[in-house]
Structure formats: structure tokens, C-alpha cells
């Protein structure tokens, strides 16, 4: 009987202990994955002006940036990659996805994956009515794939898990650019490998043109008062290498580094005019979400979401990304002086900084009214679907179901618009509010919010959407039209969990 009692009473520790330390996993002791606590959204939803309480991603004072505080670089500009075709209406490009070396901290070499280079991948640039055609060389020593992630194609040229590129060969999507102005990104995606491969390297944005943005008095002046910034983090071990070695709290979580990097660099700095500037921003991380803001707290505007320009610019004192999510950005700085400084910071913690030069430089105003968005209409809806997200670690499904590549889930009719109700199931019995935010990414259209948990979305969420992020607990109504025939994907965007199986797959077809 001693010896049942002991075992009873060491049962009961350990159960106790483990639901202390899942608990506190879960609600941000261990990491949690929202900035703050406390779960749910303020106001009914948002992503500026402190939007979003949750858990917090790994706990800003285990970052390392400050350590590296004497190693500042200028910020690297992704360069925009050649267009080899000389007809003004068509467009041809070549990437090459390869293996690379870079040194992010002195002295040390880290291995990398990029594109056309050791790290991350050009700019690609085009105009709405482009006729485009890709050139995807794959010269590493295993299979990848290349997502266009935002872009409104047909499944054949998404560049999903079913687009496989062998070492060796080249894939060469076509396809005609039909949505408007918009930054976009492209990554891998294949099945299983997605979060190694963009944590290597394998990323780069994606920018469309139209006539009716380059009408608008916006900053467009490339790198210098329009700037690309793509915010990733980090695992750096003590020889300078990336550490993909996923633990329990990294396939829980998603892998979050310790160190952030803008475009490649450890704390950079760049030169900005006197005036308005444009920040083109990616949220390039695995799993990470980010509550950006200023360092002296001054207010900033947002004009685009993931999928273009707003109707309005809104202004925010900050902002929160998930992963995949972007936010087209304008800071005035025609109010310091020559040689100031001001920091862009993650949740209070510096990582970049602005240095103001005397040179002044685009325009005076920023535009009053940006694009249209048409008026939402939930009578078009042919079709409403329900997308509900759960569990956690290697268990992770949407509508109870993991990633099957011989599977269809949802089938669609082209040309139909549609009602996608996006759940976070929460905790269950521990309460809607435990448990993890989820990014939601659907492929080949983009989407507009109607509602999070029957409230108006936030002004600077009424927009284009391909990414959506939604809290525990919490039912987001989304509405798309999908104009594209083929094979897509819908998935969480954090990367370890898309990984894991949180993944499904729909036909669109006549």
C-alpha cells in the first residue's frame, strides 16, 4: 500500500507539474506568441494602436539585439532583379535558389539559403497587365518549392507543395499580373520543409505597379525614401550558425529566435530624408508576431495592407504583424534635425534605427484618398465555410483534419464569392482565451474582413487581406471572390505548424 501511495502521490506531482508548465508555456510564462497578455483583442479587434493582447512572443528581454549593440550595419537593400525581356508588357525573370554563406555576427560565417545570392532573394517588379514568365532554377542538394504568396494566379503557378522542383531542374510558372498595386513576398512551400527553407534564406518581395498608384504623390523613390524592410528572428548558435533543431516549445510555438534581423542584418541603421518616408514591411519570421512601433512614441500612418493600398491612410502610434502579414507604412520625419535618431522597436526593444540626413525629399502631404475598395456585399456569397483552427504541437488541424497531398477539402466553383468564417478553438475547458493566436493564409485570391467575433474591423484592417490573424477563442468572417481555376491551399502561417499538418487543400473549378 506504501508503495501505491508513493506512486499515487508522484503521479499527482507530475501532473500538476506538467499542467503548471503548459500552462505557463501557453500563457506567455514560456513564451506565449501574442505581445502582451491577456488574450482576446482591445476595442473589439485590432492591429494598431496596441491591438492585440496576448501572451507575448518570447519574452523581449531574453532578445540578444542589445549585445550586438557595437556591431551596427547600414541596411542592406534587396536589389531589384533585371527584367530580361524588353517588351514594356512582358516581363521575364530568372532565380536561382542556391546555397550561400553570410557573416551576421564579426567574424563568423553562418550557412545560408538564398536567391541569386547568399541570402534572401531580389525584388521582383511588375505592372498591373504584365505578361510574366519565371525562370526557377533549383541548384540546391534537395527538392523546394517557390510560393508567390498574395499573388492572384492559377493553381498550376502558385508554386504550392504539388510544385515541386528537383535539385537540378527549373520550373517556369506563366501568368499575367491582374490585381492592383500591392507588396507581396514569395517563399518556399514544400510539404514539411517550408519553415527550414524560409529560415535559411529562401524569401524575397514580390511589388506590383499600377497607373493608378503612380497618379498618387507617394514616396517612391527606391531605397532611399521607399524602403523595403523584411523583419526576421533568429537562433544564432556560439559558431554564428542557424539552429533548426525544432524542440518541443519550437513545434508548440513555431521557432522563435532571439535575434532580429531587417533585410539580413543584425540592428541596422539607414539614411532617410527630411520628409515622408515609405516602409514596405514583412513580417519574414517563422512564427514570430511583432507589435512595431517608434521609440519617441510618434504617431505614423499605414496605407496598405497585404494586398494594396487602402482606401485612407490611418494613423497609429503601433502596430501589430503576425507572420506572412505586410503593412505598407509612413513615418514624417520633416520635423528633426540633421544627424537625429529615432528607433523602430519591437514591443519597446530597439532593433533598427533611423538616422535623419539633411536632404529633403518627396512629397509635402500624404494623400488624402488611396484606392477603392468596393462596398462589401454578403447577399454575393454563393457558398459559406467554416475553417476551424485546433490542438497544438505535432497535433495541430483545421476542421480536425492534417495536411493530406491526396485529399481535397473544400471544393469551389470558379468565379464565386464566398464567406469564410476563420475559428481559433481556444483551450476548450481551460477557456477560449488560452492557447495561441493563428495567422490563416489562403492561396490565389485576397480577401476583405467583414467582422472579428461580430465587431467592424479595425480602419487599418479594411483592406486587401491574405493573411489573417486570428486569437484564441475568436471567429473571424472573411469574403473573397476566386477568379483562378486550380489546386490552393489554405494553412496556418506559422511555419513549424504549417509544417506540422495545419493544412488543407481546395479546388476552384467550372
Known amino acids: 500500500m506504501k508503495k501505491v501511495a508513493i506512486a499515487a502521490i508522484i503521479l499527482i506531482v507530475l501532473v500538476i507539474g506538467g499542467g503548471w508548465f503548459f500552462m505557463r508555456m501557453m500563457s506567455g510564462g514560456a513564451g506565449g506568441n501574442m505581445p502582451g497578455q491577456g488574450g482576446g483583442m482591445m476595442n473589439g479587434g485590432g492591429m494598431g494602436n496596441g491591438g492585440m493582447m496576448g501572451g507575448g512572443s518570447d519574452a523581449v528581454e531574453d532578445m540578444k539585439n542589445n549585445s550586438f549593440s557595437g556591431e551596427e550595419k547600414p541596411l542592406p537593400i534587396p536589389p531589384i532583379l533585371e527584367d530580361e525581356n524588353p517588351d514594356p508588357d512582358k516581363a521575364e525573370f530568372t532565380l536561382v535558389s542556391q546555397k550561400g554563406s553570410m557573416e551576421f555576427l564579426k567574424g563568423r560565417s553562418t550557412d545560408t539559403f538564398g536567391y541569386n545570392g547568399d541570402y534572401l532573394g531580389p525584388v521582383i517588379r511588375v505592372k498591373k497587365g504584365d505578361d510574366v514568365s519565371i525562370k526557377v532554377k533549383n541548384e540546391l542538394d534537395e527538392a523546394t518549392t517557390l510560393h508567390w504568396h498574395g499573388l492572384e494566379v492559377d493553381g498550376e503557378d502558385d ?106 542584418a543584425i540592428n541596422p541603421y539607414v539614411e532617410v530624408p527630411k520628409g515622408k518616408v515609405r516602409f514596405r514591411l514583412l513580417n519574414g519570421s517563422n512564427a514570430r508576431i511583432y507589435q ?8 505614423f500612418y499605414q496605407i496598405g495592407t497585404d494586398g494594396g493600398l487602402m ?179 489554405y494553412h496556418c502561417h506559422i511555419l513549424e505548424h504549417e509544417d506540422s499538418g495545419m493544412m488543407g487543400q481546395f479546388t476552384v473549378e467550372e
Do not use: C
Open 159 to 264: 508554386g504550392g507543395p504539388h510544385n515541386g522542383i528537383q535539385p537540378g531542374t527549373t520550373w517556369n510558372p506563366q501568368f499575367k499580373i491582374e490585381q492592383n498595386a500591392a507588396t507581396l513576398w514569395y517563399h518556399p512551400h514544400l510539404l514539411h520543409k517550408t519553415g527550414e527553407h524560409v529560415y535559411k534564406g529562401l524569401a524575397g518581395l514580390f511589388l506590383i505597379d499600377d497607373e493608378e498608384s503612380e497618379k498618387l504623390n507617394l514616396p517612391d523613390e527606391y531605397g532611399v525614401n521607399d524602403i523595403p524592410l523584411i523583419v526576421q528572428d533568429k537562433q544564432l548558435d556560439e559558431n554564428g550558425q542557424f539552429k533548426y533543431d525544432l524542440g518541443m516549445h519550437d513545434v508548440m510555438m513555431g521557432l522563435q529566435g532571439d535575434t532580429i534581423m531587417v533585410n539580413g
Open 292 to 299: 512595431f512601433a517608434l521609440s519617441n512614441g510618434q504617431e
Open 311 to 489: 482606401e485612407e491612410p490611418v494613423k497609429l502610434s503601433s502596430l501589430i504583424l503576425s507572420s506572412a502579414e505586410r503593412a505598407e507604412l509612413i513615418v514624417d520625419f520633416s520635423k528633426y534635425k540633421e544627424g537625429e535618431t529615432i528607433e523602430l522597436t519591437d514591443q519597446g526593444m530597439p532593433f533598427m534605427k533611423f538616422i535623419v540626413t539633411g536632404e529633403e525629399k518627396g512629397p509635402k502631404e500624404i494623400p488624402s484618398q488611396l484606392a477603392d475598395i468596393p462596398e462589401v456585399d454578403e447577399s454575393m456569397a454563393a457558398n459559406t465555410r467554416e475553417f476551424v483552427m485546433s490542438g497544438m504541437g505535432r497535433n495541430v488541424t483545421i476542421n480536425g483534419k492534417q495536411m493530406d497531398m491526396d485529399r481535397i477539402d473544400e471544393q469551389l466553383k470558379l468565379h464565386d464569392t464566398e464567406i469564410w468564417e476563420i475559428t481559433n478553438e481556444g483551450m476548450g475547458m481551460m477557456g477560449n482565451n488560452m492557447g495561441m493566436a493563428h495567422p490563416f493564409h489562403g492561396h490565389g485570391t485576397q480577401f476583405l474582413i467583414l467582422d472579428r467575433d461580430g465587431n467592424p474591423p479595425p480602419p487599418n484592417e479594411r483592406g486587401w487581406k491574405d493573411t489573417i490573424l486570428v486569437s484564441p477563442g475568436e471567429k473571424v468572417r472573411v469574403i473573397a471572390t476566386f477568379d483562378h481555376k486550380g489546386l490552393f491551399m
